[in-house]
Each structure stands twice: as structure tokens, then as C-alpha cells.
């Protein structure tokens, strides 16, 4: 028996740590850093599961293979379906990133790289540069308009539309797809709800396999991304409908809401800092580095990421059982001072490297390139356009969807461009 069964374990409730509190939501930073010092790692009894808060254990809790991210390892996981029951929806969950064994997860990693490659991606760049102008353009010479409403719900999903092909009179019917796809995996609602968004779902995937099947049907299945997925091939294994299906999936799982916030955040820090944005204004080339230090400063997430253990194991002072489920509270690790010294800064030129701003290990994320794109195309359009921007009313009159399943989502954000001002004094 383990010396750390005997001990009792660290436990916290809702006193320390209640994500779903709008006062959490709206100023996050005494929690976490309350967390970060007392409770590196302690078990949530309201949540019932473990919450893991600093940058090291979290760096560790992901590089390690016990802990993994297939839902079905949870202890309280419901019962999977009969396979004769599985539609499109079951069978593309089935064959997802997150799901997958590691074996698996590592083909679909090596056969999906060609499609995530400079020469694919260079090609989309023009494309969701078209959609960054449209966003723009609508927003005209308005005096004031909503970040959220105007670009944070706009671009996204469009963005992924354009990178996965859907032809643009096709975007709204992708965009309820996308919509009743992130629904039907949201462990908050009823199962009645949840079925509903998975009927919805189904449409979609119909779409796409007729697309994949058009493309099989070619002598040459094309050089864009979904032409990549149905050509890869490595050591005679090629990834089947299901597997290019549960790909178009974890993009829009995983990367249209974390890009939604992108945006809000982005625009929130730059416009809270002025001189880190005349910074930006001055050197263009800190982009890429202000883009992650943005998503590390604003820590938009509420319950960011979880594992399950695979097996007993003692990990950072506890013992964490077979099936239970760990939070993986990357929002907090980014604000670690024992990593990040003076954590509630803004620095566009802070040194990085080694951040998990994109996770790291085995399921680092897959998108780094549209998110350096899409948020790099966006900022530099917003610094031309509004030079003389400000926060309406000091704060953007800010609200946040309180009841967001995983993010301090904020869903209203104005932005004062005195373009009126500017245009009399010219
Ligand atoms: C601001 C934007 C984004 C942030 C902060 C972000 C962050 C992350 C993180 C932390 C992970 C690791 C998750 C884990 O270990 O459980 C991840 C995985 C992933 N991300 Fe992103 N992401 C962003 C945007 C995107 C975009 C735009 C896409 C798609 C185009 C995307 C696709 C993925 C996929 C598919 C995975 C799973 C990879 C795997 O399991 O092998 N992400 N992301």
C-alpha cells in the first residue's frame, strides 16, 4: 500500500474554488492564486473530482500517458452504446483525438500533419484574410461596436468553414453544425438536450461524406486540407471517413470556442495596455509572441481541460484512483508567480518558452497556425482601423455568459473608435 493512502487526502469545495460563481467569473485572480499557494493539487468534493493548479504539476499531469483525455475512462462515464445503435455523431466521437487509444492517437497525429503543413495552411491564409476584412467592413465607421457580436462570434467558425473547404453558401448551414456540435458534448445540459443537438449534428456529418466521397472519387484528391486528409498515407495506413470526420470535429471542438475568446481577450488586454499596444503598433514582428501573451494574461478559461487516470497513481502528494477525473487548471498555471514572477503583467516581449498556452505533451494543440493567422490578421486590422480606440465607458460596459460550460466566456465587450472625432479633426 502506498505511504499516501494512509494520509488523508487535500480537499476543497465550493468556499475555495466555485468556477460557476459569477464573482469568480468576472475577477478570477484571489482564487487562483489562493489555489496556486494552499492547493497545488487537492480533491474538489462538490465537483467531485481533482483540481491540479500549478504550472509544474499541470506541465507534468499532461506529458504523463496515465492520464488521459478519453472520456470513457471516467468512473462515472456513461454506458457506451451497442454498435448497431451508433449514428454519425457516435461513430466520429469514437474515432476522436480525445477518445482514441494512444496507439491510435499518434497515427492520427502523423497522418493529419500533412494537412496541418506550411503549404496547406499557406493557402487558407488568404482566405480567412478575405473573412477578416469582411468582419471590418461590416463594422464600417461605426462609433461604437460590440467586440463580441462584431468579430469574437463572427470569425471562428467561418475561419474553420474556409480551412476545412465548406463552399461559402454552404457557411450557415456549417455554422448549426458547428453550434449543435459543441451542444451535444456539453456534459451541462439534459441528455433530452443533448440528444436533440446530436440529431442536429447529423445533417452536417452527411455533408462532409458526401465531400469525402467526391474527393475518393477524384484520380488526385487536391492539395487543400480536406485533399491532404483523404490522401495521407504513412506505412500503408490512410485515415478512414470516420477518422477525417472525428478530425473536422476536434477543429470545431476545439477551436472555435477557445478562438472566440481570442478575440474578446486580445482586444481587451491591448486596449487595457496602452503602451503594450503602441509597442505592437511599433513592431509588427512581436505578433506571434503578444498573441500568446494576450491568451496567458487574459486566462479566459473556467474548467479548462481534464484528464482521467488510467490507473492508481501517487501524483504530487496524492493518490489519484483509477477512472476519477482531474481538472487540469491551465488558467491558473499561467498565472503561477513561481513560474511567472510578476504573472498579472502584461509583457508582449515576456519570454515564453516552455509556456502551456497550448498545452503540451501528446495532445498539444493542433491549430497554433490558424490561431497565429486568424488573431495576427485580426489585431493588425483592428490597430489600423481604430488608431483611436478606447474601452466604452473604461470597461467595454463588459458582460461575460455566466453560464458557459467551460470559459469566462465574455459576450459583450464595446469598443469607442472616435472615428467621428478623427475624420472632423482631418
Ligand atoms: C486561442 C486559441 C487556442 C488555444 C488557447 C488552444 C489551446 C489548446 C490546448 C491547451 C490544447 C491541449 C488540450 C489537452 O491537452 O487536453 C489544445 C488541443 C487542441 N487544439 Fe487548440 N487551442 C486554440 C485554438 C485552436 C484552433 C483554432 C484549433 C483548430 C483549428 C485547435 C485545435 C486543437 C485540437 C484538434 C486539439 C487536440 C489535439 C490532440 O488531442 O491531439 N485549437 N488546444
Known amino acids: 500500500m502506498s505511504e499516501n493512502a494512509a494520509t488523508p487526502r ?36 462538490e465537483l467531485q473530482m481533482w483540481v491540479v493548479n500549478t504550472h509544474e504539476l499541470c506541465s507534468a499531469i499532461l506529458k504523463n500517458n496515465v492520464f488521459t483525455p478519453n472520456f470513457r475512462m471516467w468512473e462515472h462515464a456513461p454506458p ?13 466521437f469514437d474515432h476522436s483525438l480525445f477518445t482514441v487509444s494512444q496507439k491510435q492517437h499518434l497515427k492520427l497525429r502523423k497522418l493529419t500533419m500533412p494537412a496541418f503543413s506550411k503549404p496547406v495552411m499557406g493557402r487558407i491564409h488568404g482566405k480567412i484574410e478575405d473573412l477578416v476584412t469582411e468582419c471590418f467592413d461590416d463594422i464600417g465607421d461605426a462609433e461604437e461596436f460590440d467586440v463580441y457580436d462584431a468579430i469574437a462570434n463572427k470569425l471562428p467558425v467561418r475561419a474553420i468553414a474556409r480551412m ?197 505533451g501528446a495532445h498539444f494543440c493542433i491549430g497554433t497556425y490558424l490561431v497565429r493567422v486568424q488573431g495576427g490578421l485580426m489585431i493588425s486590422e483592428f490597430l489600423k482601423r481604430f488608431p483611436d480606440a478606447e474601452l466604452a465607458n473604461g470597461d467595454g460596459d463588459i458582460d461575460y455568459d455566466y453560464a458557459h460550460h467551460n470559459a469566462r466566456r465574455i459576450n459583450r465587450l464595446h469598443v469607442r473608435t472616435h472615428q467621428n472625432a478623427a475624420r472632423q479633426a482631418a
Open 164 to 360: 476545412v473547404g465548406v463552399p461559402t453558401d454552404r457557411e450557415a448551414f456549417f455554422h448549426d453544425f458547428a453550434v449543435n456540435l459543441i451542444m451535444a458534448t456539453r456534459p451541462n445540459l439534459s441528455p433530452k438536450q443533448r440528444d436533440a443537438a446530436i440529431e442536429g449534428t447529423l445533417p452536417g456529418f452527411a455533408f462532409f461524406r458526401e465531400l469525402i466521397d467526391e474527393r475518393r472519387a477524384r484520380d488526385e484528391p487536391g492539395d487543400d486540407f480536406l485533399g491532404s486528409l483523404v490522401g495521407a498515407s504513412e506505412d500503408g495506413e490512410s485515415l478512414d471517413d470516420y477518422d477525417i470526420l472525428a478530425v473536422i470535429f476536434a477543429l470545431i471542438a476545439a477551436g472555435s470556442d477557445t478562438a472566440t475568446d481570442l478575440h474578446t481577450y486580445a482586444i481587451k488586454g491591448l486596449l487595457e495596455h496602452p503602451d503594450q499596444m503602441q509597442k505592437l503598433r511599433d513592431n509588427p514582428d512581436l505578433m506571434e509572441n503578444a498573441i500568446i501573451e494576450l491568451l496567458r494574461h487574459g486566462s479566459m478559461g473556467k474548467l479548462p481541460f481534464f484528464r482521467f487516470a488510467s490507473e492508481d497513481v501517487d501524483f504530487g502528494g496524492e493518490r489519484i484512483g483509477k477512472g476519477q477525473c482531474i481538472l487540469v487548471n491551465l488558467s491558473a498555471a499561467w498565472h503561477d508567480p513561481a513560474r511567472y514572477p510578476d504573472w498579472d503583467q502584461l509583457d508582449i516581449e515576456r519570454r515564453l518558452d516552455g509556456n502551456l498556452v497550448f498545452g503540451a
Open 10 to 45: 487535500t480537499e476543497i469545495d465550493s468556499s475555495v474554488f466555485n468556477p460557476f460563481s459569477p464573482e469568480f467569473v468576472r475577477a478570477p485572480h484571489d482564487t487562483w492564486q489562493r489555489m496556486l499557494r494552499d492547493y497545488p493539487i487537492a480533491w474538489h468534493k
Open 80 to 92: 457506451e452504446k451497442p454498435e448497431a445503435e451508433k449514428n454519425d455523431f457516435d461513430k466520429a
